[in-house]
T-cell receptor
Framework: GQNIDQPTEMTATEGAIVQINCTYQ??????LFWYQQHAGEAPTFLSY??LDGLEEKGRFSSFLSRSKGYSYLLLKELQMKDSASYLC??????????WGAGTKLIIKP | KAGVTQTPRYLIKTRGQQVTLSCSPI?????VSWYQQTPGQGLQFLFE???????NKGNFPGRFSGRQFSNSRSEMNVSTLELGDSALYLC????????????FGPGTRLTVT
């Protein structure tokens, strides 16, 4: 079957750096997405990786290793507004998105 | 550019009833996907429509159906509602070709009593 694994919850301190990991096993691979979802709101797009390596976008970076079925989202200079759930999703060979259950990130002052 | 809109935002129904949810995608987007989100389960894919055709389908029973109109607006129908159908239903639109970034609507919160 298809599976996306990510930690359920993480806690970090304002101003620090946090890395949220995602491992996947899917039927084919057409890219990996990271979304941010604040409580009670819809998910919003953060990043898309289809090739190995690091993609940097401001305070957020996303890394992909296809051979290891592994990705991480790196958040730098954490702000209180970064408290949210972070969803990892993989597009399989049928171009269908398979979603992880999400990682709830709690930022403490 | 206007975002994805969903109506209604909140809905309370009784077991056994049926419900229709509506989604209007971003102008120019031809793909609409529907998801069910429940606490602890994450996003569960229901189906995707592209140019009025169902292109992908998740593992949900036949009580869940959908359609897409020529203007790309989409509707989702759930018949014979069960208590377990209580969830947030999200739709997401994308161009559907060449780029797969999805833009989500605010969702419809369905409560079945």
């Amino acid at each position: 079957g298809q599976n996306i694994d990510q930690p359920t919850e993480m806690t970090a301190t304002e101003g620090a750096i946090v890395q949220i990991n995602c491992t996947y096993q899917t039927s084919g691979f057409n890219g990996l997405f990271w979304y941010q979802q604040h409580a009670g709101e819809a998910p919003t797009f953060l990043s898309y990786n289809v090739l190995d390596g690091l993609e940097e976008k401001g305070r957020f970076s996303s890394f992909l290793s296809r051979s290891k079925g592994y990705s991480y989202l790196l958040l730098k200079e954490l702000q209180m507004k970064d408290s949210a759930s972070y969803l990892c999703a993989v597009m399989d060979s049928n171009y269908q998105l398979i979603w992880g259950a999400g990682t709830k990130l709690i930022i403490k002052p | 550019k206007a975002g994805v809109t969903q109506t209604p935002r909140y809905l309370i129904k009784t077991r056994g009833q049926q419900v229709t949810l509506s989604c209007s995608p971003i102008s120019g987007h031809r793909s609409v996907s529907w998801y069910q989100q429940t606490p602890g389960q994450g996003l569960q894919f229901l189906f995707e429509y592209f140019s009025e055709t169902q292109r992908n389908k998740g593992n949900f029973p036949g009580r869940f159906s959908g359609r897409q109109f020529s203007n790309s607006r989409s509707e989702m129908n759930v018949s014979t509602l069960e208590l377990g159908d209580s969830a947030l239903y999200l739709c997401a639109s994308s161009l559907g070709e060449g780029t797969f970034e999805q833009y989500f609507g605010p969702g419809t919160r369905l409560t079945v009593t």
